[in-house]
């Protein structure tokens, strides 16, 4: 996986732009905001807030009607999820999530949209060093 990393000094979080090797000459992207090691973890005050403001996105966009509810597995103290009714351009199925513990430890925040299959997406798009 080769990854792109955007990150303000003394920021809380960073940008985390990915690319999966490819399959069958083609290859899936993901774009994610995590909290930086070492920085302050979400507080559950935090999480409510994060978790509210995800409803409301996530309502707008499935009354488009182009999006479906899609939830991951509730492993996490908070773990929702919203998909592209249909396929990208690039023929992939596109998730965006919210992932967030603060429940257990290591408490971690993870929030961020993927294509879902290595082999729908395009040929590589990153610039591999």
């Known amino acids: 996986m080769t990854e792109q990393r955007w990150e303000v000094p003394e920021s809380r979080f960073v940008v985390v732009e990915a690319e999966y090797p490819p399959q069958d000459g083609k290859s899936r992207r993901s774009c994610k905001l995590e909290i930086v090691q070492g920085a302050k973890p979400i507080s559950t005050a935090e999480e409510k807030h994060l978790r509210a403001t995800f409803f409301a996105e996530r309502d707008g966009l499935l009354s488009t009607r182009r999006y479906e509810r899609w939830n991951p597995d509730a492993i996490f103290s908070t ?43 395009d040929a590589p798009r990153f610039a591999h060093p």
């Open 79 to 121: 773990n929702l999820g919203v998909r592209l009714a249909g396929n990208n351009p690039h023929g992939c199925r596109v998730v965006s999530y919210l992932e967030i513990e603060t429940q257990r430890a290591p408490p971690f925040l993870v929030t961020g949209s993927a294509e879902q299959d290595g082999a729908c997406g």
